[in-house]
C-alpha cells in the first residue's frame, strides 16, 4: 500500500491480540492487514459510496474439482497477472438466477482469458 494515501476499507478480522486488522480495500479487491493505530474512520461523503469492485465469475473457468488445487491457484494467477501491469476487458456480463455475475474477459490481443486458464 501507498503510505501516502488512504484507502476506504471495511474491517474483516481483528487480530487476537487487538492490534492489528485484516482489511478489505472496497476499490482495490485486496486483502491487507494494517496495524489498528494506522487506520481512521471514513469521512461521512465517502461512506456512501459503493466501493469499485464487485464479485465475478469468470465464464468457462472451473477447477478440476470441488476446491481449486496449489497448482490451478499459481496457473490463474500467472494468467490474470495479479499484482501486475496487464490489462483486460470485460465482456458479456450478465447476472444469473442466482444474483451472480458472470463475465467473460479477454486480454489487449484479444485472447479469451477462460481459454488460457
Known sequence: MDE???????????????TKATL???????TVQAPLSTLRPIPSDLATTPGLVCL???????SGSTKWSPEEIAGALLVLDVGGETQFKVKNVEVDEEFKTIISMEDLEANDVADLM
Open 4 to 18: 501516502d494515501c488512504w484507502y476506504r476499507s471495511e474491517m474483516v478480522k481483528l487480530s487476537a491480540d487487538k
Open 24 to 30: 478489505f480495500l472496497l476499490d482495490y479487491g485486496k
Open 56 to 62: 465475478v465469475t469468470l465464464r468457462g473457468v472451473k
